[in-house]
């Protein structure tokens, strides 16, 4: 059976003392009402990962994320943070690929592709993010435009490194705008993904990939997209901001 995942992605949002406020009260939340097989993760600043990590010590289905890394280990990359430092912070996931980490700091799929290697060298969970924007999703080929984000980034991996690997499909358009994908929709591109990385991998493989919904999935929808055979979990943005309702779509299978 998959992995059930629910990550929230603050970005940059919250100051300290709200961060603090907002992860004591996911962790409470978690402890009293969200399923064992479930692991919801909270991606802060990564300023904030070893303070968050203290305060939900203890609560096994919850982990903190970082929202990127750098590829290189070391070195002059002023303002950067290396997977061996994430590790050694006690950080087990990280989010790569976002799509505002694509479109504002020029992120490719060649990169991504080292990040990813820098991540699984160092035992840290990817989170890697895909997806279309409107224009493609508008035009012929938005599914193919989608999977060779995969491969061109993660294909070179083993079967064996590929599994460690979690998906986010995010649509662009779907992003912070309140514009949900359909279920419909999402199930197509999780599908489609799927049977991408089973060509690639096997079917047993592809089988056991938690593959996320993300882009304005809220407390309302997240039931109806979870409920999508190929959905396994989201990665929220905007809703993870509020303990309530980031836990409601934790609660949503
Ligand atoms: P959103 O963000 O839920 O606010 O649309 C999702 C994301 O960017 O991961």
């Known amino acids: 059976m998959r992995k059930k995942i629910v990550a929230g992605n603050w970005k940059m949002n919250k100051t300290a ?10 962790a409470e939340l978690v402890k009293s009402s969200v399923s064992a097989d479930v692991q919801v993760i909270m991606s802060t600043p990564a300023l904030y990962l070893t303070g968050v990590n203290q305060v939900i010590e203890g609560i096994p289905n919850l982990a903190v994320a970082a929202q990127n890394c750098h590829e290189k280990a070391s070195g002059a990359y ?4 290396s997977a061996p430092m994430l590790a050694s ?28 290697d820098a991540a699984l060298a160092n035992g840290l969970t990817p989170l ?48 912070g705008t309140g514009l ?11 599908a489609y993904l799927r049977a991408h990385i089973a060509k690639k991998y096997g079917q047993s ?10 882009g304005s999935c809220n407390a309302k929808n997240a039931k109806e997209l979870f409920a999508c ?15 309530a309702d980031f836990i409601t779509i934790a609660t949503s299978y």
């Open 205 to 214: 493989v592809a089988d056991s990939i938690s593959i996320l919904y993300g």
């Open 180 to 190: 949900t994908a359909s279920s419909d929709q999402a199930q197509e591109m999780h």
């Open 229 to 243: 055979p190929d959905v396994d979990g989201g990665l929220i943005g905007g809703a993870s901001l509020v303990a």
């Open 17 to 26: 003392q709200e961060a603090f406020v907002l992860a004591t009260e996911v």
């Open 89 to 116: 912070a006690g950080v087990q996931y990280v989010i790569l690929g976002h799509s505002e980490r694509r479109q504002y700091f020029a992120e490719t799929n060649e990169q991504l592709a080292a990040k990813t």
């Open 128 to 175: 890697f993010c895909c997806g279309e924007s409107l224009e493609t999703r508008e035009g012929a080929d938005f599914l193919g435009h989608v999977t060779q984000q995969l491969t061109e980034s993660l294909f070179h991996l083993s079967a064996e490194e590929f599994s460690k690997v979690v998906i986010a499909y995010e649509p662009i358009w779907a992003i």
């Open 78 to 81: 002023t303002g950067e943070i």
